[in-house]
């Protein structure tokens, strides 16, 4: 276990999100190659609604304090995984992999996670992540693996 704690990112957390937010879509533009606005920022259109609509939950990791990444979901059926970003300082160590299996647990149900071709370390990341069977299709932009995550059991 790699010691990464997954929180739901409150409201007042939400500037923290946004600036995550920001060098998720930095990295992401060698691939899709975004550009920021006249503001210096590449923005998120849908931030406000993961503090005002029911079905969208905003998280942030953080490791021994510090923040690490964050996930944005969208409850279905099936549970969308629509955003996932660990910063490059802790990749690699196994805190990706836990703090989406955090995720995944706290939503019992039917779930997909899907990634662009042009990603092909996400596309291995989520191959290996995800804790159950899953099934894999593909879309125009890339795979999406579906599966069904199952309630937590009594510890016994």
């Keep these: 276990m790699s010691g990464v704690r997954v929180d739901p990112a409150s409201a007042s957390e939400r500037d923290v999100v946004a600036r995550l937010l920001e060098l998720y879509a930095h990295d992401f533009s060698e691939r899709n190659g975004a550009d920021v606005g006249d503001d210096g920022t590449y923005g998120y259109r849908h931030l406000d609604a993961y503090w005002t609509e029911p079905d969208r939950h905003p998280f942030l990791f953080r490791v021994d304090g510090r923040l690490a990444g964050f996930a944005l ?84």
């Design 73 to 156: 979901v969208r409850t279905g059926p099936p549970t969308d995984m629509a955003e996932f970003f660990v910063l490059r300082k802790y990749r690699r160590g196994g805190i990706g992999t836990d703090a989406a299996r955090a995720v995944f647990a706290r939503f019992p149900g039917e779930w997909q996670v899907r990634q662009q071709w042009e990603n092909a370390a996400a596309v291995d990341f989520w191959r290996r992540a995800i804790p159950v069977a899953f099934d894999e299709g593909e879309t125009d932009e890339g795979p999406v693996q579906r599966f069904v995550m199952p309630r937590a059991g009594p510890a016994g």
